[in-house]
């Protein structure tokens, strides 16, 4: 029997007791032995819950408890939740857990101490709910040069994008909607913002470059600024505005971003619908490889969790071999380096003489055309360029009397 | 150091000792072992080979080496290849293999002898080539109850229903030019006739429900009856014609089935192209979860080949839970009673009548129209019938003087 605790009893945790609890027989027969939950750590009661007895509010009983070999920490954020495991590890337990944020901000910090004490730190269900993505990568893909990763890695911004684009609901309805529905938190930073979807590519950059991506060297756009009418000249150029988190190498450093981008209806990812998500891979042997399902809720982000689980168990000798160094920002490429082809909406008095400036400006672009344009509003894609120099061609561009009111990355997947 | 041998040098063989030799510093890296190509059974002679020193005809030469840890079979078909992997096994070799017609056949007397001598028989690549599916199924999705899984699993068909639909090209035009690419062998019949695809559904339905699933007790149907006209009306349906391979539980039976289907353009699986492949797994927690990426090739299937190796050398003490039970066919839905909704198509001189008579054998069906349909042609979808129930409806259908010429199943995915 092995015996382990749960850290944090909400969505995720309920889930993770449920399923192990649910589960238990078939668990034990792939495991070979039974996994016991022996303390559920959270500050609330749950009188009903069938293990009422086992829950805790003090962490002391799970550290100073030697029985317990696995900590379970589905509390989300950076803390405690740091604190409990950095103790977890240093006391000889095996950790497993859901947590990006932790994950992203202290990986490397928390892998090199499992290491030194011949533990396991696992974080499937970090990155995508219930994909298997982390393990996958780690494994499977591991006679491959990975050299690039796209994702839709939000569910609740994909889900508003969707709204958008099917439903022609404003931004503000779509994340009321989502909201309604239990997709977005009632404060939306996170997910709208860009951050989450931040942390994942982070999280993935970190395991295929084997450097730690900090989610502040990153460059990260949300969704707040998207409109409708950006939305539609998406449709009208071959694609949709999706949340793109993006890893790749570009002369020899990692180029990463977060940024709603224009993406080809010919890319698998412009399809996926709802509160999916789905990551594209790139490796020289195997092609393109992409995973998809949810990548959120509580059912599939748990069983991601028991899945780990269940590998620490039977990898309690010879600990998983996932790692990744410290890294600094060297080894990525400057943002202003970053080159994209771009959607630009303006508005100007004169749409002829404006795209003339745009192509003495950009370079020779594309316009696009939609039904029902405003009659001050004028769209075009520019040839690639990088952010810097596109910056510059947007001044001179507006030196025409036109404004540039939004601009979006064309996405090269 | 571990010592390996490699058993066939034709398309995969050659790509798994590339792979060794081309990324052996990131292998050892992260194995923490050099692995080192010992042996390469072959009965031809490969002079350019940078390892041509290595080769030899005769499989005693790898036997009887008790250096030689780990055996990769890339040989194909049933035999020498069952011969050579059980006697590798027997003789205390671990057995990597991406060779599905063996796993299909011999799957479970394989998992058993190895078991029995505590070695792995890994077979990552015998499914969806560098698609990562076996092993995510078997441990990542560990905590889950997988209750179907319907998949697109062979990208020769698919590449040719493909040009079908994208190009109006007959089935035998279409066939031809997979043929030239390369893409298709110059006797298709696995392919087109759909054994390939179910030895594939038979190895995922073995791991997934314990119990040996033999491919001749799976209804397999081809696409070599799948007409031009089939494809269209598909289309006016609001789908594409998919050949899949699909298990799922039915009334506490397994309901195995490959068929050419409809697919709704609502399901992930209906834009699949060319020779990609799909799968779609169904678990009570994680929901639907697709693994999308080349089925087939050269450098795919050799890299899940290469990193079963690894994942054999960090698995040496204690071998990968991977095992199934023989079967019989008692836990198989008798194939008279899976249910389908049937696309058909029928010659009569009276649509009108025939229509008419269709919902009186059938049941209330829907007629679906195409442009260009012939004078005498009638399409319709029935509702969701026991195949037996169906084919004496269609034998009465038949009685008003029309005759069906098609049937197809509706894919419930």
């Known amino acids: 029997m092995i015996q382990v605790a749960v850290m944090g009893h909400g969505v995720v945790g309920s889930g993770v007791t449920e399923i192990l609890l649910k589960h238990s027989e078939e668990i034990k027969k792939k495991v070979k032995e039974e996994i016991y939950i022996k303390k559920v750590l959270d500050l609330r009661d749950f009188p009903d819950s069938p293990i009422a007895d086992r829950f805790t ?46 994950v992203a901000a202290k990986g490397a910090e928390l892998l090199k101490i499992a290491e030194e004490n011949n533990l396991n730190f696992l974080f499937e269900a970090s990155v995508g709910g219930g994909i298997p993505i982390i393990r996958p990568l780690n494994q499977c893909l591991a006679a491959n040069d990975v050299y690039e990763i796209d994702g839709i890695l939000n569910g609740t911004t994909n889900y508003i994008l969707n709204k958008m684009i099917k439903e022609s609901q404003t931004f503000e309805d779509a994340l009321a909607r989502a909201q309604q529905k239990g997709y977005a938190e009632r404060n939306p930073a996170a997910d709208v913002e860009g951050h989450d979807a931040c942390r994942k590519i982070c999280i993935l950059a970190s395991l295929v470059f084997g450097k730690h991506f900090y989610p502040e060297s990153v460059h990260t756009e949300g969704i707040t600024n998207v409109s409708l009418t950006d939305v539609e000249y998406a449709s009208a150029w071959g694609g949709a505005v999706k949340l793109i988190g993006s890893v790749k190498v570009t002369n020899g450093k990692q180029e990463i971003i977060v940024a709603p981008m224009f993406v080809s209806n010919e890319c698998q990812l412009s399809s996926v619908d709802g509160v999916f998500n789905a990551i594209l891979v790139k490796g020289d042997s195997t092609g393109d490889v992409v995973f998809y399902g949810k990548g959120a809720g509580k059912l599939p982000t748990a069983s991601a969790v028991v899945a780990d689980v269940m590998d620490c168990v039977t990898h309690q000798s010879e600990r998983r071999n996932i790692m990744w160094e410290d890294g600094n920002d060297e080894n990525i490429l400057p943002f202003e380096e970053t080159a994209y082809s771009m959607y630009v909406l303006a508005n100007t008095d004169d749409k002829e003489s404006a795209f003339a400036a745009a192509n003495e400006a950009f370079g020779s672009c594309e316009k696009l055309e939609r039904e029902n344009a405003a009659a001050d509003e004028l769209a075009f894609i520019t040839p690639v360029l990088k952010y810097a120099d596109f910056e510059k061609a947007a001044e001179n561009f507006e030196k025409c009397g036109a404004k540039v009111v939004s601009n979006i990355r064309i996405a090269v997947i």
């Open 57 to 102: 509010k003090n962490f002391d009983d799970i550290i100073n408890d030697d029985e317990i070999k696995i900590v379970v920490e589905v509390m989300g954020g950076l803390n405690p939740a740091y604190t409990f495991v950095k103790s977890c590890l240093e006391h000889g337990k095996s950790v497993v857990t859901s947590n990006k944020e932790l």
